[in-house]
Nanobody
Framework: QVQLVESGGGLVQAGGSLTLSCEAS????????MAWYRQAPGKQRELVAS???????DYGDSVKGRFTITRDNAMNMVFLQMNALKLEDTAVYYC??????????????WGQGTLVTVSS
């Protein structure tokens, strides 16, 4: 069983920066991929960025060149560095982990979400 704990959300002015953190804790066999999603009011949840255990990354078109996803050496944390923030980036940001449990069963685990509000 894995739990995701997020931190780093808050209020920031347009053009500013924030870094979100997500830590996976508990028991697991392997976490081959982690990702950040976001959901604005009235909109569907969308992929922001993802990273595999091998270091491959993928970004949504709206954040390319501004956001950077990274992982730590133990593969149990993921970060999202957000630069040049825009009003449109305002959303609840969710951490997601693709997890193989000790039993080798596969589950997707979501964090509780952290609110990022960008103001003018």
């Amino acid at each position: 069983q894995v739990q995701l704990v997020e931190s780093g959300g808050g209020l920031v002015q347009a053009g500013g920066s924030l870094t979100l953190s997500c830590e996976a804790s508990g028991s697991f066999f392997r976490i081959p991929a982690m990702a950040w999603y976001r959901q604005a009011p009235g909109k569907q949840r969308e992929l922001v960025a993802s990273v595999t255990s091998g270091g491959n990354t993928d970004y949504g078109d709206s954040v390319k060149g501004r956001f950077t996803i990274t992982r730590d050496n133990a593969m149990n944390m993921v970060f999202l560095q957000m630069n040049a923030l825009k009003l449109e980036d305002t959303a609840v940001y969710y951490c997601k982990a693709a997890v193989y449990q000790l039993s080798r069963s596969f589950v997707e685990v979501w964090g509780q979400g952290t609110l990022v509000t960008v103001s003018s």
